[in-house]
């Protein structure tokens, strides 16, 4: 069974992955007002319809792929966004075996459940009912699931070898690298025990604030197949006509949706990746009620802080420090041109809206990861996936509610209230500190091949008149060191000093003999 479903899987995923990697070309060399949007949109439908048809394993694939600026065109993404993790709900009596089976009988644990699911999703579905006259809503693991994701997960590494070689050679790096989260990230979905300690780790971290609200879980009804939570009724994030018939302010709910989820990633260990609209409620008084805690992601302090120095750059309009901080966090394929990327970078910051970084929109900044990501080396580490899945939600909820929103003045809002700013650029200095030292290292090591060319020098201008030799010795001496100590903070103008000390040498050479 397992060759027959490999093989069905292939037959179907294959006409779309010619079909990408054709409009992934197209979308890379043609100009922007040649491109055919239309089409790119029809070729990403039947992507998705093709997800869908091959079941809950590749909705959640389609899902992942849809932030993934580094391997698909723009359109794409689009259009996979749209795809719904909403699968027909199984019937109440296999679901009632499981609960029992972890939990007891339900007459004795419960005091009722509606039978009726409340939302079927491709890993699970949401039952409401009541623990003394609490209101309660119980998540339960579709029945077989895990046996379906085990056989598709084997299908998927069997396929991947060779969907790769129709790829891009520098987008294999990072469809392993997502293959390898997504899996990961699945088998933590479907244990309940990881998404319990995941909802009451961010509930204890965002206590403090007073715009967020996290369901309390019931740690005696709850396994690892069956999670129960308080019940936290709320409109829907994207439902603009309900949150303007209760007098919300949408400006002000998309700045708070903003900095509810930047404010875990930059401050926390942990940070929920899944902030879809159907994650994302709002009580009648404008605060964010925040479910399914299923996938979330993980940055550690290092991490952390290179990724706000990125943001620090992108806001200066620095493109050197951008490739630095993209460099640190593994973001650049090995052998990168620095030169051409740097350019690439300051072409896309200075197309962004407005003179100054505040004026910067949400739009601007996706656009810019989309155009850099689409035309350059760039890959996406397996520790950042999640991060670029959660923004770029987050940016669709933003595009839903089309109000007047500068994404990076709240971003430097959080950076000033959680005092990051000043870290940041300590640790800044502390990189230009290392790679400082690192040319120091270089020069020092340098020092005995220098010494020799110099009493090599010595001799030879003894036997010949040394006046515009010596002359030019000493200057190309002295770009020779001073380029040693640039090349590690700046490979470029390193190498120019360092050509450009050959370049007099020689000259001096010339004069001396003409």
């Not at 000033?416 to 790679?435: G, M, Q």
Request: with cysteine; hydrophobic share 40%; glycine share 6%.
């Amino acid at each position: 069974m397992s060759t027959i479903r490999t093989i069905q899987v292939l037959l179907k995923l294959l006409p779309s992955i010619f079909a990408l990697r054709k409009d992934r070309k197209k979308w890379i060399h043609q100009k922007e007002n040649e491109v055919d949007l239309e089409q790119f949109r029809k070729n990403a439908r039947k992507v998705l319809d093709t997800f869908i048809s091959l079941g809950p394993v590749y909705i959640k694939l389609g899902q992942w792929l849809s932030s993934r600026a580094d391997i698909l065109p723009q359109p794409y993404l689009e259009e996979l966004a749209k795809l719904q993790d909403c699968v027909p709900s199984s019937s109440f009596d296999k679901v009632k075996s499981i609960i029992e089976k972890d939990l007891g009988p339900i007459n004795e644990k419960f005091d009722e459940i509606d039978t009726n699911s409340i939302s079927g999703a491709s890993l699970g579905q949401v039952y409401r009912g009541t623990i003394s006259g609490q209101q309660i809503v119980i998540k339960v693991k579709r029945p077989g699931i895990e046996k379906i994701v085990a056989k598709d997960l084997k299908v998927l590494k069997k396929i991947l070898p060779l969907a790769l070689r129709f790829v891009d050679p520098n987008l294999r790096y990072s469809a392993k690298a997502m293959l390898s989260q997504f899996i990961e990230t699945i088998h933590e979905e479907m244990d309940y025990t990881h998404e319990s300690a995941n909802l009451k780790k961010i509930k204890k971290d965002m206590e403090k604030s007073d715009n967020v609200i996290v369901p309390s879980v019931f740690d005696d009804y709850s396994s690892k197949n069956v999670l129960t939570m308080e019940y936290l009724p709320g409109i829907k994030v994207t439902n603009v006509d309900a949150l303007e018939k209760k007098g919300i302010d949408r400006e002000q709910l998309v700045i708070d949706v903003h900095k509810v989820f930047f404010t875990m990633l930059l401050k926390h260990s942990i940070f929920h990746a899944d902030p879809h609209p159907g994650n994302i409620s709002v009580t009648d008084d404008g605060k964010l009620i925040l479910y399914d805690y299923g996938m979330v992601g993980r940055i550690n302090n290092e991490t952390r802080f290179k990724l706000i120095r990125l943001y620090l750059a992108l806001v200066e309009k620095n493109p050197s420090r951008v490739v630095n901080a993209m460099s640190e966090l593994g973001m650049l394929t090995p052998g990168y041109n620095r030169m051409v990327i740097e350019k690439g970078i300051e072409l896309s910051i200075r197309s962004m809206h407005g003179n100054k970084p505040d004026e910067m929109e949400v739009q601007s900044l996706m656009e810019l990861a989309n155009q850099t990501m689409s035309k350059f080396p760039f890959m996406l580490p397996k520790n950042l996936a999640l991060y670029m899945r959660m923004a770029s939600i987050i940016e669709g909820i933003y595009k839903t509610h089309d109000v007047d929103f500068k994404f990076v003045k709240v971003l430097k809002n959080i950076l000033e209230e959680e005092n990051l700013i000043p870290r940041a650029y300590i640790e800044e200095l502390k990189v230009s500190f290392d790679s400082f030292t690192k040319s120091i290292d270089y020069a020092i090591r340098m020092g005995p091949e220098m010494k020799k060319f110099m009493d090599e020098t010595q001799i030879f201008m003894k036997k010949r008149k040394p006046t515009v030799l010596l002359s030019g010795s000493i200057f190309a001496s002295a770009i020779f060191i001073g380029s040693t100590f640039l090349f590690q903070s700046n490979e470029f103008l390193g190498l120019v000093g360092l050509i450009s000390s050959g370049l007099i040498m020689i000259a001096s050479g010339l004069l001396r003999k003409y």
